[in-house]
């Protein structure tokens, strides 16, 4: 699980350095000014913190709440509708024979793992828009907006997972 984790901060700092490298590119017109820094970027600073800030802040805060209090929800109904299936335990008995490393709750502990992640970045966004997001500067832009990247990361890996789920509880009903 924490692999999973690094290659998703690794994944969404590559993915905000690429966009600042093009952003240098294209808004500074490295062809004739071949310098690493312009006004244009610096601009960004104060765009990201007169129109952004507040509403990354408002939406990372609702949804890190929303998240905690459905988190108990979703695993709780999933342990009940799909790891608790007889379908379910069969295909697990199955497959525990060629691989002693499975354990019967393996998914739905990864599932919890992975929604305390997101909900933990959620609130981590949201405080950093209002901690370092108040400064003006560029740089605090860019890490602000970084934040809001990793948290959307993790929640949309979260719900590849539960996707996963429901499809196996699906699969087991038919």
Same mark, same amino acid.
């Not at 408002?58 to 988190?71: D, R, Y």
């Not at 342990?79 to 002693?100: A, C, I, L, M, T």
């Given at each position: 699980? @924490?692999?999973?984790?690094? %290659?998703? %901060?690794?994944?969404?700092?590559?993915?905000?350095?690429?966009?600042? #490298? =093009?952003?240098?590119?294209?808004?500074?017109?490295?062809?004739?000014?071949?310098?690493?820094?312009? &006004?244009?970027? #610096?601009?960004?600073?104060?765009?990201?913190?007169?129109? @952004?800030?507040?509403?990354?802040?408002?939406?990372?805060?609702?949804?890190?709440?929303?998240?905690?209090? =459905?988190?108990? /929800?979703?695993? %709780?109904?999933?342990? *009940?509708?799909?790891?608790?299936? *007889?379908? &379910?335990?069969?295909?697990?008995?199955?497959?525990?024979?060629? !691989? !002693?490393?499975? *354990?019967? &709750?393996?998914?739905?502990?990864?599932?919890?793992?992975?929604? &305390?992640?997101?909900? @933990?970045?959620?609130?981590?966004? #949201?405080?950093?828009?209002?901690?370092?997001?108040?400064?003006?500067?560029?740089?605090?832009?860019? $890490?602000?907006?970084?934040?809001?990247?990793?948290?959307?990361?993790?929640? $949309?890996?979260?719900?590849?997972?539960?996707?996963?789920?429901?499809?196996?509880? /699906? !699969?087991?009903?038919?």
């Amino acid at each position: 699980m @924490i692999k999973r984790i690094v %290659v998703i %901060v690794i994944s969404s700092i590559m993915i905000a350095a690429a966009f600042y #490298a =093009l952003a240098i590119f294209f808004i500074c017109d490295q062809m004739h000014n071949k310098k690493i820094f312009c &006004y244009g970027v #610096a601009e960004f600073g104060e765009f990201y913190s007169k129109n @952004i800030r507040g509403h990354l802040f408002a939406g990372f805060l609702a949804l890190g709440g929303f998240l905690l209090s =459905l988190k108990t /929800f979703i695993i %709780v109904n999933m342990k *009940e509708n799909v790891y608790d299936n *007889e379908q &379910y335990r069969e295909n697990w008995r199955g497959q525990k024979k060629h !691989d !002693d490393t499975l *354990e019967l &709750y393996g998914p739905l502990k990864e599932l919890s793992d992975l929604l &305390y992640y997101a909900i @933990i970045a959620s609130f981590f966004t #949201a405080i950093l828009q209002m901690t370092l997001g108040l400064y003006g500067h560029w740089f605090t832009a860019i $890490i602000c907006s970084w934040s809001a990247l990793l948290s959307v990361m993790l929640i $949309i890996d979260s719900l590849r997972i539960i996707k996963r789920n429901l499809d196996s509880w /699906f !699969d087991s009903i038919k």
